[in-house]
């Protein structure tokens, strides 16, 4: 149980354009969602905390004009980098909490974003 | 807010050997400790986890120790094998919002 998944696991796209990633609940209902960056080497870092039918909660320093996040439903949420930079080529990570289990995420497999 | 340090950044055993990654913590409200452990372009996967109500807890090859006083947490691997080669990240995080701070990570190298 507690599976998430991404979509797409890896993409690479041209400067300027946009590019959307999801990450599903496939076998709970998640009530919070988190999005993470991560750097070759390096920690997790939290971009922004969703939940379900209301706005994004985003960390110090992350734009959120530039990483739109949307929690539409209770096993969806999406992350869409708009007007891609090559600076924005990283690992992203989700992770989901499951209603009534406050302390436990669960993380997605990841999406290798390249933009050239 | 919360911040986590955790040593080594690096460490490197011999098969068989135990390996300890330790992490310290600022917040003493802090009350929810996991590890994880992610192997390389995977995601993280939670090991093992301790809340402060509890000092020590083992799960086979793994135990982690909790002191709230001084405020830091270890993780303990005994009879190491090549397949706990991985990053292996601390987080701590407190009751509310339950959003973790994560350690910058240890990378296990156990030698066979």
């Known amino acids: 149980g507690a599976v998430v998944s991404q979509h797409p696991s890896w993409v690479i796209c041209k400067s300027g354009t946009s590019v959307k990633i999801e990450c599903r609940s496939l076998?709970?209902?998640?009530?919070?969602m988190f999005w993470y960056r991560q750097f070759p080497k390096q920690s997790l870092m939290l971009m922004a905390t969703?939940?379900?039918?209301?706005?994004?909660?985003?960390e110090q320093g992350v734009e959120k004009d530039k990483f739109l996040i949307n929690h539409a439903s209770l096993t969806l949420s999406t992350l869409t980098v708009t007007s891609a930079h090559p600076e924005d080529s990283s690992f992203y990570i989700c992770?989901?909490?499951?209603?009534?289990?406050?302390?436990?995420?669960?993380f997605g497999p990841g999406t290798r974003l390249t933009v050239t | 807010g919360e911040n986590v340090e955790q040593h080594p950044s690096t460490l490197s055993v011999q098969e068989g050997d135990s390996a300890v990654i330790k992490c310290t913590y600022s917040?003493?409200?802090?009350?929810?400790f996991p590890w994880y452990k992610q192997e390389l372009g995977k995601r993280p996967q939670l090991i093992i986890d301790?809340?402060?109500?509890?000092g020590e807890k083992k799960d086979q090859r793994i135990a982690v120790t909790l002191n709230k006083t001084a405020k830091h947490f270890s993780l303990h691997i005994t009879e190491t094998q090549p397949e706990d080669s991985a990053v292996y990240f601390c987080?701590?995080?407190?009751?509310?919002?339950?959003?973790?701070?994560f350690g910058r990570g240890t990378s296990l190298i156990v030698h066979p």
């Open positions: 076998d709970f209902q998640a009530t919070t």
């Open positions: 992770s989901a909490r499951a209603a009534g289990v406050p302390y436990e995420q669960y």
């Open positions: 301790i809340r402060s109500n509890v």
């Open positions: 969703s939940n379900e039918g209301s706005k994004a909660t985003y």
């Open positions: 987080a701590a995080s407190m009751g509310g919002s339950y959003i973790p701070t």
């Open positions: 917040d003493s409200a802090s009350n929810y």
